[in-house]
């Protein structure tokens, strides 16, 4: 007997198909191609086949189809446009009855758990997107080679403190080598910041621009502050912008400084300004190569773990939406720098947007956030938008009341409760 099904797309000939037999349910994939697959618990499979048929149909077999085992659904997935997907499945699930609506949010529900995988356009890619990256035995390699071999033997304790209460969601207006002597040590969960560069900037009272020598000298007795407060998984996350016209590579410098204190370097990221108000070259040297200056239009980022890479933390705490981690986790940002600067009277602001992607994609909600250089409070204000507790230092007392102000202007953000 032969049974008409009617698809809601459209097709190029009518579809005449035997009871059961569905064109989704019977491809035989050819070649070698693998499936990520998914089986699915569900009472009437048989009574709902159509609906899964149809839905399934939009997209290329090769790409998914479905089978039935033992009286469960198995779906098949190479790869998916999954906004697309989203949006069909939602309509099918306003136009079906009860029990199909189940089937097919359960389907959607499995499909969108699935946390790794690749992307090509607008598809996910749920095979073969590491294939080239596939290294055998990478772990017994990874330990021969003596993965982070320079931080192996530190010293840390792994027992974590409270900061006390009463430097919780504070500025505080100092020196932060001296304030932070205060705290006791690993109490902190993140540490976000961009010292002076040296460069000679305007600040209200910080002289800006002495000898390289002192200039690291401070900033290293700030860092081992930082390094003891910091919590064990904790991380330091530092913005700096080398001189190069001193050829002075501060983030190699930096990066020494810590890995020497044990400190494991996670990565660095790099924050493309898209700035190209740099210059382009050494008096005399135009089109020479004599002496080419080399433009940079980005800054970095130093990623810095105390003890392990991982950071424990409450699922529930986690705020990162599914598209904002894949592209959160391609090490090259871009965003603009901030434009308010005048307003704000402060010459080397963070953009909020660069402090929003550093939080979400290095701590939870609820994390004690701390910026020992916090200008006029773009990490503290971020930090309590989305809901973290945030200290922040700063040797100007103007600049911590502008912080102060900021604070109370921010409100937090409902959305991610
Ligand atoms: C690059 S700015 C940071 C700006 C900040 N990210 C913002 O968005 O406003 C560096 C800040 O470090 C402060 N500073 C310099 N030396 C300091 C020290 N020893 N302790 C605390 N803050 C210091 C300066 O006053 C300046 O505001």
Redesign the pocket.
Known sequence: MKTKVKYKQKRKEPLFVKESLFPAIDYQPTGNINYKTIKIHTGNIKQNITAIDQLLSFYPREDVFFEISNGDLIINLRQLDFSDFKKKIQSFIENSDNEVSQLLNSILFHIEKIKSYGLKGKKRLYVGYNKERKVKGREEKEKERGIYFYARDNTFSKRNNEVPERFINQIIS??????LKKFPENCIDLIF?????NFG?E????K?GTNWNEYFD?LFK?FIECIRVLKYGGRVIV?VQPLFSDYIPIHHILSDFFMRRKMIWRGEIIWDKHNWNCKYTAWGSWKSPSNPYLKYTWEFLEIFCKGDLKKEGDSKNIDISDEEFKKYVIGKWDIAP?RNMKE?G??????ENL?ERVLKLFSYKGDVIL?????????TAVSKKLSRKYIG????EE?CKK?KDRLEKTPIDMRLF
């Open positions: 100092g020196d932060s080598e001296e304030i910041t961009s010292p002076p560069y900037l600040y209200e009272n910080h800006d401070k700030i913005n901030e704000y402060h010459p080397a602001m963070f953009p402090v910026d020992p250089f916090n200008g006029v409070g773009t990490t230092i700063d040797t100007s600049y912080a």
